[in-house]
C-alpha cells in the first residue's frame, strides 16, 4: 500500500514566523488531505489537495502529484496554530482505496 | 449541514467488557469510516464501508471487534472483550464516496476510550 511520510516531526517558532510542513508520498493518489489536530483531538480539514495550490487566508497548499508530495504553508503563525498537522492520502484510482495517515508534525508557536 | 456526530465522547471500562460506539455521517454521504487512534499516532484505519457493505476491513482485529452499517446509514462499533491495548480515540469520517465524486473526508469529534 502507499506509504506517508511527514516532516519535520517537531517543530517550534515564534508568533509571527512562516512554516512549511512536507509530506511525501509514495504512488499516485486520488486523495490527499492536510488536517489539524487541536488540542481536544478534533480533526480539522484544512485542505483536500490531490494536485495543485490552493490557499485559504494564512494557510496555502500545493501538491506535485508527478513528484509525490505535498506541502502546507503557514504564514505569520499565531499560537492558535499550534497543534498536529497530519497528512493523508489514498492512493489508485478507486474510492475503495484506503487511506493512509502520515505520523505527523508537532507545531508549537511561542507567544 | 450537520457534520459526523459520535456518541458517547468518552468511555472508562474495565478489561475484559464490552463497549459499542454510534456514529451518524454527514447527510448524503455514501461512505463511512471507523479509525483508531493511539495516543502520538496518526489515524489507522479499521473499516471502511460503502454504503451498508464492506469494502476494506483488514485492520480490524475480528477477534474482538465487529462493525455494522444497518441502512446504508449509521453505524456501531464494537469491542469485545476490551483489552488495555485498545485504549485510544476512535474516529468516524465520512466522504460522499463514488467514481466521479469528491473522496475528501470529514472527521467525528471521537470517542476517547480508556480501557482498565
Known amino acids: 500500500g502507499i506509504q506517508v511520510e511527514q516532516s519535520p516531526p517537531d517543530l517550534i517558532l515564534q508568533e509571527g514566523a512562516n512554516s512549511t510542513l512536507r509530506c511525501n508520498f509514495s504512488d499516485s493518489v486520488n486523495n490527499l488531505q492536510w488536517f489539524h489536530q487541536n488540542p481536544w483531538g478534533q480533526l480539522i480539514n484544512l485542505f483536500y489537495?490531490?494536485?495543485g495550490t490552493k490557499q485559504n487566508g494564512r494557510l496555502s497548499a500545493t501538491t506535485v502529484a508527478t513528484e509525490r508530495y505535498s506541502l502546507l504553508y503557514i504564514s505569520s503563525s499565531q499560537t492558535t496554530d499550534s497543534g498536529v498537522y497530519f497528512c493523508a492520502a489514498a492512493g489508485g484510482y478507486s474510492s475503495a482505496s484506503k487511506i493512509i495517515f502520515g505520523s505527523g508534525t508537532r507545531l508549537s508557536i511561542r507567544p | 449541514e450537520a457534520g459526523v456526530a459520535q456518541s458517547p465522547r468518552y468511555k472508562i471500562i474495565e478489561k475484559r467488557q464490552s463497549v459499542a460506539f454510534w456514529c451518524n455521517p454527514i447527510s448524503g454521504h455514501a461512505t463511512l469510516y471507523w479509525y483508531q487512534q493511539i495516543l502520538g499516532q496518526g489515524p489507522k484505519l479499521l473499516i471502511q464501508?460503502?454504503?451498508?457493505?464492506?469494502?476494506?476491513d483488514s485492520q480490524l482485529p475480528k477477534d474482538r471487534f465487529s462493525a455494522e452499517r444497518l441502512k446504508g446509514v449509521d453505524s456501531t462499533l464494537k469491542i469485545q472483550p476490551a483489552k488495555l491495548e485498545d485504549s485510544a480515540v476512535y474516529l468516524c469520517a465520512s466522504s460522499l464516496g463514488g467514481a466521479g465524486t469528491s473522496y475528501e473526508q470529514f472527521f467525528g469529534p471521537g470517542t476517547r476510550l480508556t480501557v482498565l
Open positions: 464501508f460503502q454504503n451498508n457493505g464492506v469494502v476494506d
Open positions: 489537495i490531490p494536485s
